[in-house]
């Protein structure tokens, strides 16, 4: 049980509760608002990768779990192999990486293609065990990249998807990225999703966490504060 202080936003209890207790998970029922919404906060406040279903969640897969890694080459999205890495441990579950090839403007395909296969064989180096695979796969006509996304896992079995996000301001769409946001909304599967440093060391944790907790830890060094119930996830 998690209760919610006063000022805080109602995602602010469980991430508090998560770096109290350092959890290797932290788990949310984002089908509705306000955890739909505030998913971007959350993520880049807590100390853990935060796993979240959306409101296309399609219940637990009756398969053994495999994870299905996004990557886009850049170093914001390799995060999601150390993330996976410290939260997996020596669990032998398969982890199969993603590049989704789409060329920038006057960039060829082919050239698309090689450098995105080449962060994929360096980011494997962060796993714990090697890729199930390693797949650069170019979009279908008027596909987008979550729908690729989302098109590979299926074809692949994966029962999670996983990524860093690339978020930063205040709109969920820049504190999520883009395309977990899109994946969020859309996924039949549940998504870990991990911010850039945010996972390393406690001190670094320390330094993001959101104003709110650090108002609520001087609130209760001037007395016992008054609570209320945080409202269900």
């Not at 032998?92 to 990486?97: D, I, K, M, N, R």
């Not at 962060?126 to 170019?138: K, Q």
């Not at 709110?212 to 016992?224: D, E, F, K, S, V």
Request: charged letters at 20%.
């Amino acid at each position: 049980l998690s209760l919610r202080l006063n000022g805080e936003p109602p995602w602010a209890p469980p991430v508090r509760l998560a770096i109290a207790t350092a959890p290797r998970l932290l788990a949310v029922d984002a089908r509705e608002t306000p955890w739909l919404g505030d998913l971007g906060r959350a993520v880049r406040a807590a100390p853990v990768p935060v796993l979240a279903i959306g409101p296309r969640y399609a219940g637990p897969a009756p398969t053994p779990v495999r994870i299905l890694a996004l990557a886009d080459g850049s170093p914001e999205s390799a995060a999601v192999a150390p993330a996976l890495a410290r939260l997996l441990g020596d669990a032998a579950v398969p982890v199969e990486l993603l590049a989704i090839a789409v060329p920038a403007v006057g960039e060829r395909p082919e050239e698309r293609e090689l450098d995105l296969a080449a962060a994929l064989q360096a980011l494997e180096r962060g796993l714990s065990a090697p890729a199930a695979h390693r797949r650069v796969e170019p979009p279908r006509a008027f596909e987008s990249v979550p729908a690729a996304a989302l098109r590979v896992a299926a074809e692949t079995g994966a029962t999670h998807l996983a990524l860093a996000t690339h978020g930063r301001g205040r709109a969920m769409r820049f504190l999520l990225g883009s395309v977990a946001e899109a994946l969020l909304r859309t996924s039949p599967l549940p998504l870990i999703v991990t911010a850039p440093g945010g996972t390393d060391a406690a001190g670094r944790c320390g330094r993001r966490r959101p104003a709110a907790l650090a108002r609520a830890r001087a609130a209760r060094g001037r007395g016992p504060p008054r609570h209320r119930p945080s409202r269900p996830a």
